[in-house]
């Protein structure tokens, strides 16, 4: 009986071990920390920012094979503006992914890079619809041209029986072939492109509209610096 263990006296040493280690725990951030880095869900879809770079390349190299066709095509022919801003906002995609793996990165320099983000995809969004209806606009032109060569332009009109129709000349382009069947080709790969790069944005915004911002991870730091204790906001 003299050297008996009493039970109570046993479940009060485990206790005691668990919040030591619950303790040593909170001290090194350990499992918090490894939860975080290990949480897939918590971090920026890469492929969104991938596909938005990819997309705004393609945009903006086929606008500048058109701008090699003729010097006299208008910018909102040649989108290459559109590409570029597109590139702009998958750099701002991957920046957010890389700030997002950091558990101890400070939320409101998280908050600002998400809202930026979710404001160019936006941007985004309605320029790809502008450049896709003026795409519209111009195929549809184009396929109505009437070309003839002239030197070292190409003269263009809708009517070549209207001597006051309108006309569209076309400088350095020596052979008319390459604005009726070349150009419009362009015209509709720019539509195509641009609807891709439109929907990519509206998953992008929905993305961050859908989990307020929530969905990657964002914490506040609470207590002493030696303590770490973390929770979504």
């Keep these: 009986m003299g050297s008996g263990t009493s039970p109570m006296g046993s479940a009060g040493g485990g206790n005691a071990t ?15 920390l490894e939860e975080a880095q290990k949480c897939c869900g918590c971090r920026f879809p890469l492929l969104v920012a991938l596909l938005q770079l990819l997309l705004g390349i393609a945009v903006a190299a ?3 094979l058109m701008v090699a066709i003729s010097s006299s095509l208008l910018a909102r022919e040649t989108p290459h503006w559109a590409g570029i801003i597109m590139i702009v906002v998958s750099l701002l995609g991957f920046i957010l992914f890389c700030i997002t793996r950091v558990p101890d990165e400070r939320t409101s320099a998280q ?15 309605v320029i790809s619809a502008v450049v896709i209806a003026f795409q519209c606009y111009h195929y549809a032109l184009t396929n109505s041209y009437s070309c003839k ?5 190409c003269l263009c009109t809708l009517d070549p029986e209207d001597s006051i129709a309108r006309t569209f000349t076309y400088s350095g382009v020596t052979d008319c072939s390459a604005i009726v069947s070349t150009l419009p080709m362009y015209y509709l790969l720019q539509m195509v492109l641009n609807l891709a790069q439109a929907i990519v944005c509206l998953v992008g915004a929905f ?3 859908k989990h307020r911002y929530q969905v990657f991870f964002a914490g506040l730091q609470r207590g002493s610096p030696s303590t770490h204790n973390w929770q979504k906001v």
């Design 62 to 64: 086929v606008a500048f």
């Design 207 to 209: 993305l961050m509209w």
């Design 18 to 32: 668990a919040g030591k280690e619950k303790k040593g725990q909170a001290e090194t951030g350990g499992p918090v």
């Design 149 to 153: 060569e002239m030197g070292e332009y």
């Design 111 to 125: 908050f600002i890079v998400k809202l930026l983000y979710f404001f160019l995809c936006t941007m985004g969004l």
